[in-house]
Each structure stands twice: as C-alpha cells, then as structure tokens.
C-alpha cells in the first residue's frame, strides 16, 4: 500500500473514531436550542479528543440544524484538518483554545447565551447568592468577566483570571461559559447556571433570603469535595457584589 494510501487510511479511521464525539456534540447542541438557552445561530462548543486535537461548531450554523458531518476538527494550534465544504470554525474558538491551555483537565467548553444568566451579566452583577444548597454544592459564586470584543483576543484574556477556580463566569453583555472533564458537565454547568441566575431573580422579586449561615456554606463545600466527590473547581465562599448590588 502507498503511503498516501495509509494517510488516507489514517484520516478516515481518526474521523470515524470521533463519531461519538460528533454525536454528543449535536446532542448538546439540540438541547441549548429547545432549552432555550441559545436562539438563531448564537453559541459554540467545543470538545478535546484524545490525540490532542479538537471539534467544534462550526460558525452561522443553527444549534438546532448541527449535524456530526459540518463539524470542524482543528489541530491544537488552530488550524483546520478538516472540515465540510462551506463551513469554517466558531469565531470563538480563542475562547475556548484559553480555557483548554489554562486547565488541562477541561475536556469540553460550551458557550451560550442563556436569557437570565446573560441578564445578570449584561447588568455587571455576578450570580453570588448563597440561598440554595444546589447551587452551592454545583458551580459556587459565579463571576462577570470584563466585556471584550467578540472573537478577538480581548475574550480569551478577560476570562483567564477566573479560569483557575471557576467553571462557569459569565461574560458581560455577551453570554456565559462552561468547562468541563466531559462535554455532559460542561453542558449541565450551564443548565444549572441558568437555573442559578433564575432562582437569584426569583429570590429578588419575591423580597429577597440572607445567604445560609455561613458554617452550612463550608459544610455544603465539604460535602462537595469529600462527599460527593464533584471533579472541577470550586471558588469557595466569596462575595463579589457590592451589598446594594445583590439580588
């Protein structure tokens, strides 16, 4: 066989062994649209493969119309190893390229703009209430990180402060981010990011709860790293509100 036979070769059996990463992708994809949590062509994911190289969204593309075939796989510098006729990377993928440079257990990175979650940031307000057990144990006090221009190296540098103690920050007047060991954590980051930012709106507009005690705070964070067992990082107790700032 030639040696342009067995590159061949190679190229198609690398494409078909990440089928099943292309179909989680889509899968993730049709749920942010029927969830809401992106509309038109907003939102990009991406996820690691286990040679290094990655799949991502590809741009102008309805979440809800993402199939395994229009999928981009890129090398780890950026540049394109394949991709469908027509279709170029996310214009977001500096985003996610910093993410996976600054952890190297993050595996997945979902991008989406979900309505109350996207509120809060476009208001410069982090979600950092301590009412709910939930949303304690899962994500913790989640940032703003300064706004930056789309798709420029703006985003990538505004995020990377949070990086090492959150999975999920919110960007302002843009959206929200989540990482994960696994595109189903990076995804379920962002559900229950949503749900955090509704539970703080709802919390606000029914009057307003104090934080729990601070010693069931430390006792939940406990549980998490010594019970439960959840992977990814966790900021602790923190405050990043001003008082008459929180919701």
Not at 33 to 42: K, M, S
Not at 103 to 128: F, I, Q
Not at 193 to 205: G, R
């Amino acid at each position: 066989m030639s040696a342009l036979h067995e590159r061949m070769r190679g190229f198609i059996e690398m494409e078909l062994n990440a089928m099943k990463e292309r179909e989680e992708i889509c899968d993730v994809c049709h749920k942010m649209w029927q969830r809401g949590i992106v509309a038109a062509n907003d939102g990009n994911v991406s996820v690691k493969l286990a040679d290094g190289t990655f799949l991502c969204t590809p741009s102008g593309v309805s979440k809800a119309a993402m199939t395994p075939e229009i999928l981009v796989h890129l090398a780890a510098d950026g540049s394109v190893i394949s991709a469908a006729e027509g279709y170029k990377p996310s214009s977001e993928m500096k985003m996610h390229f910093r993410c996976y440079a600054e952890r190297e257990d993050v595996k997945a990175v979902v991008h989406a703009h979900p309505p109350v979650a996207t509120s809060y940031a476009s208001m410069g307000r982090a979600l950092d209430g301590y009412q709910t057990m939930e949303n304690i144990v899962n994500l913790g006090a989640v940032p703003v990180a300064p706004y930056a221009q789309p798709s420029t190296d703006e985003v990538p540098d505004s995020i990377a402060p949070f990086l090492q103690e959150h999975d999920a920050i919110l960007l302002a007047h843009h959206g929200a981010l989540t990482v994960g060991e696994s595109l189903t954590r990076a995804y379920f980051r962002m559900e229950s990011l949503e749900m955090f930012a509704k539970t703080s709106l709802y919390i606000h507009l029914l009057g307003g709860a104090p934080d729990m005690p601070e010693d069931k705070i430390n006792a939940l964070m406990d549980l998490r790293q010594n019970g439960y067992k959840i992977p990814g990082r966790h900021p602790g107790y923190v405050k990043y509100n001003k008082p008459e700032e929180e919701q």
